[in-house]
Every structure is written in C-alpha cells, then in structure tokens.
T-cell receptor, first 112, second 119 residues
Framework: QKEVEQDPGPLSVPEGAIVSLNCTYSNSAFQYFMWYRQYSRKGPELLMYTYSSGNKEDGRFTAQVDKSSKYISLFIRDSQPSDSATYLCAIAGGTSYGKLTFGQGTILTVHP | DTGVSQDPRHKITKRGQNVTFRCDPI?????LYWYRQTLGQGPEFLTYFQNEAQLEKSRLLSDRFSAERPKGSFSTLEIQRTEQGDSAMYLC?????????????????FGPGTRLTVL
C-alpha cells in the first residue's frame, strides 16, 4: 500500500466549476499537509500548507484536512483555464521532516 | 521562476554512460533536496542535505547514485552506468531551515528539473 493515494484523474471541468481534489494517507504520524501545482514541463510550486485538521482558505483555494479519516482535500472555486495543471498532495512528518511524500498527482483541465 | 536552477534541462545518454546534474539553490537556503519523477507519478524523494551534510538517503538511491554538496551551496547528482529505468525528471528543491524551529518541515521551492532519457 502506498503511503499516499491520489486519484490520477484526469479531471475535466467547465470554467467556473468548483473542483474537488482528494488524497488519503496511511500513516497517522504524518502531521503536515501540502498541495503543489505542477504545470507541464515545470517543477511543482507550493499552493497550500497546513498542519492541523480543519479548513485553510487562500483566495479561490481551500485546503481541508481530516486527520481522523486520514483524508485531505483541495477545493478550487470559480475554476479558470489557467488552473489546468497537475495537482499533487504531499505530506511530511513521522520520522522525517525533511522528506516530502507525494501522491501520484491529479491532472486537471478547465475548459472555457 | 522560484530561483532554483538546474543544469542541464535535458540530457540524452546511452545505457551504461555516466551522467551528472547540477542544482543551484536559492542563495540563502541551507537545505537542498533531490527528487525523481517518472511520467504520471508524483516526485519520489532521493536525498537531502543541510549545508554540506547529507542527512537522509532513500532506499531508491542505489549505489549507482551519488549526491554531493561540497561547500553547502550547489549540489551535484551523479548516476553511474545508467539504465533505461533511470529515465525520469530529476527535481531539485531548496528550503531555509531556521535554527530553533525543530520538527516542522520547511517550504520547499522546486527547480524546473532535468529530464534524463537513457537510450
């Protein structure tokens, strides 16, 4: 079993839709949760960073963590074509705070 | 552009050859990380340095792989006797670990990656 599971999609939505992206993880020792966005042929860029259960909002993006279910989500409101990218969840903690463990990534396309 | 640079951006080599990649982190960052990403997968951790000390290595990092950060600034990743399975994007990231803040991960800033193709 992978430490982090993420549905690879692909996910295709119309412009303006609300997008929901999800990951599950297996090790309750993980305490820190991140979402990265990766455009084609680029390195990942950090979108959201949270370490507690609950919601964290930043503009059109909301990160949600449920530690009891080991489930993390990213919601994108009013999605735009420029949001088309691969979204990667990443977790840290346990025995290593340097290493990030990534999910497989979900490919999102927002069409006009 | 995050400020992390990698060179070369693309490398094509024949099986059995040695290759070396370079990463220049954001100048004040004391931590440097290497990840490998294959098509359709998320990045996989390989190793990381704090200054010149290599603090952690993944089991993925076989004895054909070696990484150095000799002066605590740039880093090199060498792959000896390349195999077709080594074809991947090699990503470098850097972060600033502040003293006294233990047990929390830093924000890692990624470079554009080096795409390796082994024929």
């Amino acid at each position: 079993q992978k430490e982090v599971e993420q549905d690879p999609g692909p996910l295709s939505v119309p412009e303006g839709a609300i997008v929901s992206l999800n990951c599950t993880y297996s090790n309750s020792a993980f305490q820190y949760f991140m979402w990265y966005r990766q455009y084609s042929r680029k390195g990942p860029e950090l979108l959201m960073y949270t370490y507690s259960s609950g919601n964290k909002e930043d503009g059109r993006f909301t990160a949600q963590v449920d530690k009891s279910s080991k489930y993390i989500s990213l919601f994108i409101r009013d999605s735009q074509p420029s949001d088309s990218a691969t979204y990667l969840c990443a977790i840290a903690g346990g025995t290593s705070y340097g290493k990030l463990t990534f999910g497989q990534g979900t490919i999102l396309t927002v069409h006009p | 552009d995050t400020g992390v640079s990698q060179d070369p951006r693309h490398k094509i080599t024949k099986r059995g050859q040695n290759v070396t990649f370079r990463c220049d982190p954001i100048s004040e960052h004391n931590r440097l990380y290497w990840y490998r990403q294959t098509l359709g997968q998320g990045p996989e951790f390989l190793t990381y340095f704090q200054n010149e000390a290599q603090l952690e290595k993944s089991r993925l990092l076989s004895d054909r792989f070696s990484a150095e950060r000799p002066k605590g600034s740039f880093s090199t990743l060498e792959i000896q006797r390349t195999e077709q399975g080594d074809s991947a994007m090699y990503l470098c990231a850097s972060s600033l670990k502040r003293g006294g803040v233990q047990g929390t991960p830093d924000t890692q800033y990624f470079g554009p990656g080096t795409r390796l193709t082994v024929l």
